[in-house]
């Protein structure tokens, strides 16, 4: 439902002044600092005009144990770090927060501001409705009062956010991509993620990761495009000023690990936004500690490890799956059990972004070499597809046939040993 317009200048300054005498603890003065609670209120009872949104930001918070001080469970003051200060409005409509530092000084209006947060979860946890700031109007008074309330309002819902504890164990940084619907196409667009980027669950899950090889970090990228897990923010401004950035007493990355997921996150914001400089992702040093209480104790984080640079990458890795699992005798059709079973192992595999993957088909010595050569190539090509299917790409077959026992012999124990299909893959993380 649309807000009710404007009626006039008169009738926002009138708004405005009743707002001050029961908003503010000393309404005499515009200096003196909003009532808790109540500068959001006013914010909301306020009418919008039909002038369109000059900025839509959105502000999306971690609320994971390693955002956190690891003792004291405190959140840094992502509003000082954001936005700055309190808010004094300027001559040209826009609202400045006081700080050249901050990442968004300054806001002009009318705007739309969204604060969520992500942890473990699919999607956006919104604190509140999202703050409507209509046109900046009337006098000087009522101007500072406006800008005050603003810098108030976002300073509590920011306040709220990290207050609340992690409700889903682990760090989707994935879902904080997925902000929904634009407010209107003209607007300037800005989404500011305030992460270390250590994603343990989703696509881009880091838990086996050694954030070595840039050419993982890209392969992960390429990995979540194929499971359609890549959301759509053409025309946005995506900041992510602090990954690889962990809260006190966490395990701290080396600045090589820190670049490799800079790499990462600049490769996927590109692709989110489809702009190679739609993106600014940086490490800048952590910001401090909020005061006030700390978040109640919330779901865990799961741990990801930075391994030494020197330690040598990943060797190639095989799963074997039986063929009395995956078919029928003779047959190359996968079964209910066989198609449940791949569908696990790509689910395992596909956060590691393989660097290459490959299926081998084996049988036993029963029957024609021939033959039994072109059923295990059959029975690789109907591997790959159902692994294809799930989202796992690049893989290359072949297929073995008898040539390559795994159990000597030819017994009954021994040639079902040797019928199976082996699933090679290389991750150089």
């Given at each position: 439902?649309n807000?009710p317009?404007?009626r006039?200048?008169a009738?926002l300054?009138?708004?405005?002044?009743?707002?001050?005498?029961?908003?503010f603890?000393?309404?005499?003065?515009?200096?003196?600092?909003p009532v808790?609670?109540?500068?959001c209120?006013?914010i909301?009872?306020m009418?919008r005009?039909?002038t369109?949104?000059?900025?839509e930001v959105?502000?999306?918070?971690d609320?994971?144990?390693?955002m956190?001080?690891?003792?004291?469970?405190?959140?840094?003051?992502?509003?000082?770090?954001?936005f700055?200060?309190?808010?004094?409005?300027?001559q040209d409509?826009?609202?400045?927060f006081?700080?050249e530092?901050?990442?968004i000084?300054s806001i002009?209006?009318?705007a739309?501001?969204?604060?969520g947060?992500?942890?473990g979860?699919?999607?956006?946890?919104?604190?509140?409705?999202?703050?409507?700031?209509?046109?900046?109007t009337?006098?000087d008074?009522?101007r500072?009062?406006?800008?005050?309330n603003?810098?108030?309002c976002?300073?509590?819902?920011i306040g709220q956010?990290?207050?609340?504890?992690?409700?889903?164990r682990?760090?989707?940084?994935m879902?904080a991509?997925?902000?929904?619907?634009q407010?209107?196409?003209?607007?300037?667009r800005?989404?500011v993620?305030?992460?270390d980027g250590?994603?343990?669950?989703?696509c881009a899950d880091?838990r086996?990761?050694?954030?070595r090889d840039i050419?993982?970090?890209k392969r992960?990228?390429?990995?979540?495009?194929?499971?359609r897990a890549v959301?759509?923010?053409?025309?946005w401004e995506v900041?992510?000023?602090?990954v690889?950035?962990?809260?006190?007493?966490h395990?701290e990355p080396?600045?090589?690990?820190?670049?490799?997921?800079?790499?990462?996150w600049?490769e996927?914001?590109?692709?989110?936004t489809?702009?190679?400089d739609?993106?600014?992702?940086r490490?800048?040093?952590?910001?401090?500690?909020?005061?006030?209480?700390a978040?109640?104790?919330g779901?865990a984080?799961?741990p990801?490890?930075?391994?030494?640079?020197a330690?040598p990458?990943?060797?190639?890795?095989?799963?074997?799956?039986?063929s009395?699992?995956l078919?029928?005798?003779?047959?190359?059709?996968?079964?209910?059990?066989?198609?449940?079973?791949?569908?696990?192992f790509?689910?395992?595999?596909?956060?590691?972004?393989?660097?290459?993957?490959?299926?081998a088909?084996?049988t036993?010595d029963?029957g024609?070499?021939a033959y039994n050569?072109d059923?295990s190539?059959r029975?690789?090509?109907?591997v790959r597809?159902?692994?294809?299917?799930?989202?796992?790409?690049?893989i290359r077959v072949?297929?073995?046939?008898?040539?390559?026992?795994?159990c000597?012999g030819t017994?009954?124990a021994?040639?079902q040993?040797?019928?199976?299909?082996?699933?090679?893959?290389?991750?150089?993380g």
């Amino acid at each position: 439902m649309n807000a009710p317009p404007l009626r006039s200048a008169a009738a926002l300054a009138g708004l405005l002044l009743v707002s001050a005498c029961s908003l503010f603890n000393d309404p005499t003065t515009v200096t003196a600092e909003p009532v808790p609670g109540a500068a959001c209120a006013a914010i909301e009872r306020m009418a919008r005009d039909k002038t369109p949104t000059a900025q839509e930001v959105v502000v999306v918070i971690d609320r994971s144990p390693s955002m956190r001080d690891a003792e004291t469970g405190q959140s840094p003051d992502w509003y000082a770090a954001i936005f700055g200060g309190r808010g004094v409005p300027q001559q040209d409509g826009s609202i400045s927060f006081g700080s050249e530092a901050a990442l968004i000084p300054s806001i002009g209006t009318p705007a739309v501001i969204r604060i969520g947060t992500i942890d473990g979860g699919e999607s956006i946890t919104w604190q509140g409705a999202p703050i409507y700031l209509p046109r900046m109007t009337g006098g000087d008074r009522n101007r500072q009062i406006f800008a005050g309330n603003t810098s108030a309002c976002l300073r509590e819902r920011i306040g709220q956010a990290v207050r609340e504890p992690a409700a889903e164990r682990g760090s989707n940084v994935m879902a904080a991509f997925q902000v929904g619907t634009q407010e209107t196409s003209r607007a300037r667009r800005t989404l500011v993620i305030a992460t270390d980027g250590l994603a343990t669950t989703g696509c881009a899950d880091l838990r086996q990761t050694a954030m070595r090889d840039i050419g993982h970090a890209k392969r992960i990228v390429r990995a979540c495009a194929r499971q359609r897990a890549v959301p759509e923010l053409k025309g946005w401004e995506v900041l992510l000023p602090w990954v690889g950035v962990v809260g006190p007493g966490h395990p701290e990355p080396e600045e090589p690990h820190r670049q490799w997921l800079r790499t990462l996150w600049t490769e996927m914001c590109a692709e989110v936004t489809g702009a190679k400089d739609g993106c600014q992702v940086r490490s800048t040093d952590r910001p401090q500690l909020a005061e006030g209480a700390a978040a109640a104790k919330g779901a865990a984080d799961e741990p990801v490890r930075f391994r030494p640079i020197a330690t040598p990458p990943n060797p190639v890795r095989t799963e074997t799956l039986p063929s009395d699992l995956l078919f029928d005798v003779d047959s190359d059709r996968i079964s209910a059990k066989g198609r449940k079973a791949l569908e696990a192992f790509a689910e395992k595999v596909i956060p590691k972004a393989p660097e290459w993957v490959e299926v081998a088909g084996h049988t036993d010595d029963q029957g024609d070499e021939a033959y039994n050569k072109d059923l295990s190539l059959r029975r690789a090509e109907a591997v790959r597809r159902v692994l294809e299917d799930a989202g796992l790409g690049g893989i290359r077959v072949v297929g073995k046939g008898e040539t390559s026992p795994k159990c000597p012999g030819t017994s009954a124990a021994a040639r079902q040993c040797n019928r199976r299909v082996e699933i090679k893959y290389k991750v150089r993380g």
